[in-house]
């Protein structure tokens, strides 16, 4: 069964384009992970400063095993000799860093595991 991982990322909105630009920069790495299914960065249209960070997983042992990877470290690396990151396992409050200081505020992890599932009808 597969698992969906959705971060939350509270931006300010002078910071919104530097988050887009940082996940833009780091696009391929997180495709090539055993397991990883889907990805999605959920620009907020109103009503609130905060991003979703979509991806599915085959499994919750495939997302472990990203999450403990040398490219995962990488991709959330140390800023300003603070730990930064998304909210994969690190604390709340900590921003989206990739070595250039927070672009976020705030972060949380939510988990759901994939209970019903479609896609668009083939037609011929």
Do not use: C
């Not at 672009?103 to 992890?109: K, P």
Request: hydrophobic residues 35%; aromatic residues 10%.
């Amino acid at each position: 069964m597969s698992v969906v991982k959705i971060n939350v990322l509270t931006v300010p909105a002078e910071m919104r384009e530097e988050l887009e630009r940082r996940f833009s920069g780091r696009a391929g790495i997180v495709e090539s992970a055993d397991g990883f299914e889907w990805f999605e960065l959920l620009r907020p249209v109103e009503g609130t400063d905060q991003y979703m960070v979509y991806t599915r997983w085959r499994s919750e042992e495939d997302f472990k095993r990203w999450t403990d990877s040398q490219a995962f470290q990488k991709g959330h690396a140390q800023a300003g000799g603070q730990e930064q990151g998304h909210g994969h396992g690190q604390a709340a409050g900590q921003g989206h860093g990739h070595g250039q200081g927070p672009a976020a505020t705030g972060a949380q992890l939510w988990s759901f595991e994939v209970v019903q599932s479609t896609g668009p009808a083939s037609g011929s």
